[in-house]
């Protein structure tokens, strides 16, 4: 695998129901990223990991939970979401310091 | 409020003519500034970036200038190629800190189709 992947790419969930989306960079870089993309809106920042630690929460909603064990692999853990979180969420990662981010293919989540 | 615009959804261009997306920037702190390119279903992969203390950097057949008395950055793409066709968004950065990350802010996105 190269670059950055994520999985699942397309999900599907109940407002119940408790998923995980995951998130692995294999280009040793030290910064993580959760985007939103909601349609018609520019992308939005949500998370950003250094160094395995949140620098960065942009007003998420706590149904949203981030989780970043090593530099290489980050999480996004959802609860209760509500269909407006229906969107392409894309994973991002860069060196600490760096501007150019290296993002996903996405995962794009549907709630019903 | 939008700090990055990009006020043209969509953009249509003959092959080999010239394409140029335009961006538009509201926070005079920005100091780096890059083009994202987006096919369906995969992520924007970074494209070309310029730094405030230049005002045109070119790889390729891609130039991106920067105009900051005007806060307004543009993409040219010559010749326009089938494969070109994409979503392209322009993203700004505040700069600062070696230590801290860049955060991007970006525009919607410009639609540019390539017509054979």
């Known amino acids: 695998e190269t670059g950055v992947t994520q999985t699942p790419r397309h999900l599907v969930m109940g407002m119940t129901n408790k998923k995980s989306l995951k998130c692995e960079q294999h280009l040793g870089h030290n910064a993580m990223y959760w985007y939103k993309q909601s349609a018609k809106k520019p992308l939005e920042l949500m998370f950003v990991y250094n160094f395995k630690e949140q620098t960065e929460n942009n007003s998420v909603p706590s149904r949203f939970s981030p989780e970043c064990p090593n530099s290489s692999h980050l999480f996004l853990h959802l609860h209760t979401l509500q269909p407006e979180d229906s969107a392409l969420y894309l994973c991002?990662?860069?060196?600490?310091?760096?501007?150019?981010?290296?993002f996903g293919p996405g995962t794009r989540l549907t709630v019903l | 409020d939008q700090q990055v615009k990009q006020n043209s959804p969509s953009l249509s261009v003959q092959e080999g003519r010239i394409s140029i997306l335009n961006c538009d920037y509201t926070n005079s702190m920005f100091d780096y500034f890059l083009w994202y390119k987006k096919y369906p279903a995969e992520g924007p992969t970074f494209l070309i970036s310029i730094s405030s203390i230049k005002d045109k950097n070119e790889d390729g057949r891609f130039t991106v200038f920067l105009n900051k008395s005007a806060k307004h950055l543009s993409l040219h793409i010559v010749p326009s190629q089938p494969g070109d066709s994409a979503v392209y968004f322009c993203?700004?950065?505040?700069?600062?800190?070696?230590?801290?990350?860049?955060?991007?802010?970006f525009g919607t996105g410009t639609r540019l189709t390539i017509i054979p």
């Open positions: 991002a990662s860069s060196l600490v310091g760096g501007n150019e981010q290296f």
């Open positions: 993203a700004a950065s505040e700069g600062g800190s070696n230590f801290g990350n860049e955060k991007l802010t």
